[in-house]
């Protein structure tokens, strides 16, 4: 059995439309994909979605026994410079651990609703909250955005 395939023309350079090129694409992809979960979700189902994708940031990146503040800025500094996320420092006091978070990415390209001022906290808030629950951070305990402007987010864990 013979199977046929037609060819499609592909672009020339300078034809037609581009998702972008080399770290533009994937954040043009990421735009339109905020851009579909907005227009279908409620700001309510929103946050709960990107929480949700921060964490599985953390399962997927665990901290493989990181118990101590020295170790677990190591590893989430590696997974941000990774991402082009910038860096976080943690300031430990009786009461909790303030995450300073600095260099997000502000904008995305393509993202005209400005959606990511809103999902990329969301998902480093996520993700810190997993890292905390993997290094053993009680239930009673949780992770909150307190301040967020310019690509700095400051973020508090603790009761």
């Keep these: 059995m013979m ?3 037609k060819s499609f023309p592909i672009a020339e350079e300078g034809e037609g439309a581009f998702i972008g090129h080399g ?9 339109l994909l905020l851009a579909e979960i907005a227009s279908a979700a409620s700001a309510e189902q929103m946050q709960g979605f990107f929480l949700s994708v921060g964490q599985r940031l953390a399962v997927t990146h665990p901290i493989d026994g990181a118990r101590d503040l020295e170790r677990l800025t190591r590893h989430a500094n590696q997974v941000w410079h990774a991402f082009h996320w910038g860096h976080v420092q943690f300031e430990m006091d009786d009461e909790g651990i303030d995450i300073f978070h600095q260099g997000l990415p502000v904008t995305l390209e393509g993202d005209q609703q400005g959606l990511w001022a809103v999902a990329g906290p969301l998902i480093l808030q996520g993700a810190y909250d997993g890292w905390f629950r993997q290094a053993g951070s ?5 992770t909150s955005i307190h301040r967020q402007a310019d690509g700095c987010v400051e973020l508090r864990h603790g009761i």
Aim: proline share 6%.
């Design 23 to 31: 770290g533009e694409a994937p954040a043009r992809f990421t735009s």
């Design 3 to 5: 199977l046929f395939v």
């Design 138 to 142: 009680g239930a009673r305990l949780r």
